[in-house]
């Protein structure tokens, strides 16, 4: 039996993106230990139901405060240094960061991280990206220098750490994404009635392509004033958020519906036609995509790092170039149009989910990585 220290930033996200991992580290007998920022007691007690223990701490994942960050770091070495691990596992950068850092004071603790998309740091041009890039390289050198191995959800960004020379390919290990319960993200018939009903899940972020979805809903209900377009996601309040009165403001005119935010996106998947994700984020591999594929619903979304993994295109759904709303609003038209071509797209997602994206096929690989499936 090993002691299992799993650290992310989200307590929710251990829940919604881990629980499945975590049940499957305590059924082989490990004692795991989950590390997030403090979680209400519902929350707390969610996750302890999973037969883990919880220790709080505190990461701010917007925060680009050095004081801030170091205070994270020095509370993660305090912690783990208690806690005496046998392996530490973390997912997204901060956590990743400073949990790599601490635990190289940690006789015997093997460190594993999962890079969940490379977000706002690597992507896009300009100087302050360019500097805070050359920053994070050097955190993520130095956290990942001693890890056994380095999890990455797609392709394309262990491309990008060979290149910034983070970690060299005898470390990295590509899996399909986090993975999707196909259980719990059952098949689901389309909805009847008028449509189609186009639905995008994420963050109010401009660059989840939030601003292009409403463009293309506007040049497309010009033709089929019956399709209606859904956005569900929560507000973000930083400089990188569509600002909410925008979204407010589109809903009032009509071109979209704004849902706001749920715990539980099963009814909405279950309600659309189409999923879309005009992404040009740093992606991993976006776990709303492979819900809807779940579920059996045919996917537009761009030719971005992730997305791009979901698609075969024609198939089960289209890809298009980033940032363009006019592709986007081409291919929406084409699903108004080729209604009956849905069911067998949607299929088609379906099956893909079943081969590629089963979060216990994924989490098999990821156990055997660490030497925890025994």
Known sequence: MARVVVIGAAPVSMVNFRRELLEALVARGHDVICMANPAPPELEARIRSL???FVPYDVDRRSRNPFQDVKTYLQLRRTLRRLKPDVVFAYTIKPIVWSGLASRGIKGARFFGMVEGTGYAFQGQGWKRGLLRQVASLLFRAALLRAKAVFFL???DPQTFYK??????EKAVTLNGIGVDLDHYGLAALPEGKGPVFLLIGRLLKEKGVREFAT?????RIKHPDARFQILGYADPTSEGVPIEDVEAWHEEGVVEYLGATPDVRPFIEACHVFVLPSYYGEGLPRTILEAMSMGRPILTTDNV????TVEEGQNGFLVPRQDAEALAEKAKWFAENPDKWQAMGDASRRLAEERFDVHKINAVILSTMDLDG
Do not use: F, K, L
């Open 51 to 53: 037969g883990v223990d």
């Open 154 to 156: 797609n392709r394309d």
């Open 164 to 169: 910034q020379r983070i970690v060299g390919p």
């Open 216 to 220: 293309a809903a506007r040049q497309v």
């Open 306 to 309: 992730g997305c791009r993994e």
